[in-house]
């Protein structure tokens, strides 16, 4: 396979400065790193030729060679090749932490220490619970009752894992450290332990009840407080019911994630209320007063004006959902008004809509309303 041509490798220009050489090479060898590619021959192939590429750029000499005479420039200069003295200035490469960099990417001491320490007690998982909750307890707010399973600390042997009289030993792997450290090319990584995962230490007779993992799971039973105007899809979230964290580590959390059933006549946008008000065309071409119930079941007086037209929407002020931690302030309640024409008549009646439609003066030959004045 012929060579591709250095710049083209880093993905630079010949005018590229030391530091875009440097920038270009680090996005390459993290993304192509063997450890983070195992058994990808083409990952590992493009790992070397990147190297490759930045041995000889990085070098002003060897760069200079490379300009002037391409390939054969720099046959005869050492390299290219896995010099691993071309690499001793990592830390200027990928930075003060790029031990950092390089353990997140491939596996490497996770929660243990810069220093190679053992990683200490790891935090539970955090668990989801999924609660549909009443239209009207989502508006105005309420308690409830909620069941779940939860890893809890093991009672037997209070979250350490060991039977009770025995203890750990130290994990004859990492000589204690909960790290192991392997080299790949002019690469050192560590990583756990997989002997003790990280810990440090092994026990030698785990506990019965929990099988040495120091949690047991287990019927969890609270009551969940519902703030009152909290939206569909809003999560609340409990601090510490969640899983208990093994070998005696700190519990996570429990989110709680609210759906909202739908309510028969209501509907909800952001804090306010709408709802739909049957009246009789006469009321509409009359006008009057009607009483109408808010949600939370109050008689209001609405006034409806003579001529109210279909459709028509009036506000009620501060009857709707009340503003979530918004220290009572609430939003509003809209009423649609839906004129209703009666579909069986009386011949009296039918009788005295013929009068009135003699004496208003019907159109039979209407024109369409223009669809702005709608």
Known sequence: MSKRDYYEVLGIEKSAAPDEIKKAYRKLAIKYHPDRNQNNTEAEHKFKEATEAYEVLSDAQKKQAYDQYGFSGVDNMGGPGFNASAFSGFEDIFGGDFSSIFDSFFGGAGGQSRGGGRRGPARGSD???????????????????????????????????????????????????????RSSGFFSIAQPCSTCQGEGTIIENPCSACRGRGVVKERQKLKVTIPAGIAPGKRIRLEGQGDAGPKGGPSGDLYVYIHIKEHITFEREGYDLYCVIPISMTQAALGGDIFVRTLDDKKIKLKITAGTQNGKMLR???????????????????????????????????????????????????????????
Do not use: W
């Open 127 to 181: 668990l989801r619970y999924d609660m549909e909750v009443e239209f009207k307890d989502a508006v105005y707010g309420d308690k409830v009752d909620v069941e779940y399973y939860r890893q809890h600390s093991c009672d037997v042997c209070h979250g350490s894992g060991a039977e009770s009289g025995t203890g750990s030993k130290t994990c004859p792997t990492c000589g204690g450290s909960g790290q192991v450290r």
């Open 316 to 374: 009620i002020r501060n009857e709707g959902v009340p503003v979530l931690h918004g220290s009572g302030r609430k939003g509003d309640m809209y009423v649609k008004l839906s004129i209703q024409i009666p579909k069986k008549l009386s011949s009296k009646q039918k009788d005295i809509l013929k009068n009135f439609s003699e004496e208003y003066g019907e159109d039979t030959e209407p024109s369409p309303i223009r669809l702005k004045e709608l």
